[in-house]
């Protein structure tokens, strides 16, 4: 059985090294390639297209390392599976993301009375009111734990999604948590963030591609929200010679960390594990766990 992985080479959080593949193949009798296989019937990884279809025409199932999606059109025969429990840091992420921004420490000075005018927008947590857009697993996880603590959480969810520019009004942090897909791309543009508050933040743990960046620097540059924290952006990875992504690191009120927030210290054996569980299943031809897409029942 040929497998295509692209979890090599890369940073700690998603790169397979070679004695771990090697352990795998010789542990579950199976062959993996790091780069595409014209005779692969399965890609395992976070960076899936449609190309690969090209150099890979046998491919019959998609496992993503992640939790994310987004949908393409799959051919038929393939099958799409996902990695949900690797979603619990990027919950967690988002938590601390918030707290930061709550208590003003984006705004950190040494100077105590410069600071001063930060204090009316430092609320208790029972005052805060925050939109959680997205209600897949860290939407579902990241309300439990703003809950947990007494902050206030609305969810949208796919049933009053298209009311985003009237439910985004009257929060102190919007938090989108969506995945890629047709109806999501750049929904968070010029209408949404205009309905936004004047001392509100957003918050972009989901997809870069869902945020019209533009339309962001617009709100930031002219006040009319408070400020910006993004884990994710379009045209990944960070490029500090990119013209745009300049643009956006020297944006005074907006906060870039370089898509981290899904690091945790096993969040690699996750990974492996549920690949290895479905592998199995795979093997024995069982129904596949997390399936995302089915062509054939599309």
Known sequence: MIIYTDLFGRTRNYSLSLDKIKEIEDKYDLEIHTTPHPDAAIYWGDKFNLDHFKKMPNLKWIHLSKTGYGKFDFPQGVIVTNTPDSSGGVAE?????????????DKMTLDRKSFDSNIDYILSFNKVRCLVVGQGNI???????????????????????????????N????????PLNNSTKECFNSSVFSSMELNSYFINVGRGETVNENDLLYVLNNK???GAFLDVIQNEPLDKNNRSHQILLKTPNLTISPHIANALENSLDIQIRNFIFNVLKYKSNKQLANIVYDSNNS
Do not use: M, P, W
């Not at 993301?97 to 709550?102: A, E, P, T």
């Open 93 to 105: 992420y988002a938590l601390s993301v918030i707290l930061h921004l709550l208590r003003g420490l």
């Open 139 to 169: 939407g579902k996880q990241l309300k439990k734990l703003l809950r947990a603590i007494g902050i206030k959480v609305s969810v949208i969810d796919k049933t009053n999604f298209e009311y985003l520019n009237n439910l985004v009004k």
């Open 171 to 178: 929060h102190h942090f919007v938090i989108n948590c969506l």
């Open 224 to 226: 009319l929200i408070k």
